[in-house]
């Protein structure tokens, strides 16, 4: 097994691993790169879903999938497995969520109080060309923060909302408000420690609907506008061309991911699974 960074500020790749028959001294191995590099890719992996599902169980207790947009649970026999596809079934319907468009950046569900600690994604079917999805480096955006956004941040929360998912898709039963601070959601630290390896990472959430406490509207507008700005930094970044049989597993508390749109007519079918998250995010 050989394990090499992808970019400076997140994510390796292991290479030599057939994750269907990883044995305990290997998984020490990339349970350190894990901690170190916050998110990894596995290529060239052959999984049905009980390899997957047993597979992502290496990394903490499973999260049942939620109901996606189209009302549907997922995978039948598989309540673990989310479907992210814009591929529509014989009803005409998709057989998952998010579609062709773009996923904006953000982390996994922290419109909850206690959000999936690690997000897996296993590609199954995927378009000729598009619907790269990109990850952006928590702990080096905090490290690089400018001393006045620094300043600025320290000790505030942010409300994330739960509107909206990152597709722009409004989730079943929740009702729209314009104002931030109405609308569904829940408050984190801004700067989160990270429970296992104790270094500082910026928790943002998603930019739509966001609020930071205690500030004015404007002020809080301005301040996340500045905050999203430096996150997303290109240096903080890496982009992920997709090939069948990859797995990429990301660190929620450490990071944040977007996907390119992609041309509706092909196909892109990937299963996810999330670890449940063991605590709620804590202030650095
Ligand atoms: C997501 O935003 O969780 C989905 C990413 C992808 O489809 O690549």
């Known amino acids: 097994m050989e394990i090499r960074p992808l970019a400076p500020a997140v994510g390796a790749i292991v290479d030599g691993v057939d994750l269907a028959h990883l044995a305990d001294a290997d998984l020490k191995q990339i349970i350190a790169a894990w901690d170190a590099h916050n998110a990894l890719l596995f290529r060239g992996q052959s999984l049905d879903n009980d390899g997957f599902i047993a597979f992502a169980r290496r990394f903490g207790e499973l999260e049942h999938a939620p109901i996606m947009e189209n009302g549907r649970t997922p995978v039948p026999g ?127 959430g998603r930019r739509r609907l966001a609020y930071v406490e205690g500030l004015s509207l404007d002020a809080s507008e301005a301040l996340l506008d500045a905050l999203w700005a430096h996150a997303t930094r290109p240096e903080y970044c890496f982009a992920h061309r997709w090939q069948v049989g990859d797995l990429l597993v990301w660190d929620n508390r450490a990071t944040l991911h977007r996907r390119d749109p992609f041309d509706e007519t092909a196909r892109r079918i990937m299963h996810r699974t999330q670890i449940k998250g063991a605590t709620a995010p804590i202030a650095a």
Request: proline share 9%.
């Open 78 to 204: 598989y309540p673990e497995i989310y479907v992210v596809s814009n591929v529509k079934g014989p009803d005409g319907k998709p057989i998952g969520s998010l579609g062709a468009g773009e996923a904006v950046w953000h982390t996994d569900m922290s419109y909850l109080d206690n959000p999936p600690d690690a997000s897996m994604l296993f590609a199954r079917e995927l378009p000729p060309t598009g619907g790269d999805t990109w990850l952006a480096g928590m702990c080096a955006a905090y490290d690089g923060l400018p001393p006045d956004l620094a300043k600025a941040v320290a000790g505030k929360r942010i409300k994330h909302d739960g509107t909206f998912n990152s597709g722009g898709y409004k989730r079943a039963g929740v009702e729209v408000k314009d104002d931030p601070r109405e609308s569904v959601g829940a408050y984190h630290p801004i700067v989160c420690a990270h429970p296992r390896t104790g270094r500082s990472a910026l928790y943002l």
